[in-house]
């Protein structure tokens, strides 16, 4: 008898421009999402919603049982520069940053986390990137508040 594999995982990813240079005009931004959607169901990830803001990208992806966490932000995050880059979507030459994020995300909470992502434009109107996170790091104990 055959033996099943039940594997679900979720993750919120993120990841900013490189020194967070807000670059990503609303074209550039509209295009890079669709981009994302598209690559990602290539690659067979399944991407269930995506943000990209002038300095920086969120998504909520289930991440694919044979695949780690590091070649899921190799594949996103490199050919999302190449295509930048080769289409000329922005004036300069576009990277993004080095730093990668990614936090596990239960079912129960996927609604939660795909609120967050859709609701970007508004949170960013009170904190920067960096704030915003220094705050999830600080959130999920990645990262101590100085005292």
Same mark, same amino acid.
């Given at each position: ?8 995982? #979720?993750?919120?990813?993120? #990841? ?6 807000? =670059? ?20 067979? =990830? ?36 190449? #295509? ?32 967050? =992502? ?6 960013? #109107? ?22």
């Amino acid at each position: 008898m055959a033996k099943k594999s039940h594997i679900r995982c #979720w993750l919120h990813i993120l #990841w900013g421009t490189k020194n967070h240079e807000k =670059i990503l005009t609303e074209k550039a931004r509209l295009k890079l999402s669709t981009y994302f959607y598209n690559y990602a169901r290539e690659k067979g =990830i399944h991407m269930k919603i995506n943000h990209v803001s002038p300095d920086h990208f969120h998504a909520l992806v289930e991440l694919p049982p044979k695949m780690t966490i590091e070649e899921l932000f190799h594949l996103l995050k490199g050919s999302s520069s190449h #295509w930048v880059n080769q289409n000329d979507i922005i004036p300069q030459k576009f990277a993004w940053d080095s730093e990668n994020t990614a936090f596990s995300v239960s079912h129960s909470k996927l609604k939660t986390v795909e609120n967050f =992502i859709a609701k970007q434009e508004q949170f960013h #109107w009170k904190m920067t990137f960096r704030q915003e996170l220094d705050l999830l790091l600080q959130k999920h104990e990645l990262l101590r508040l100085k005292t």
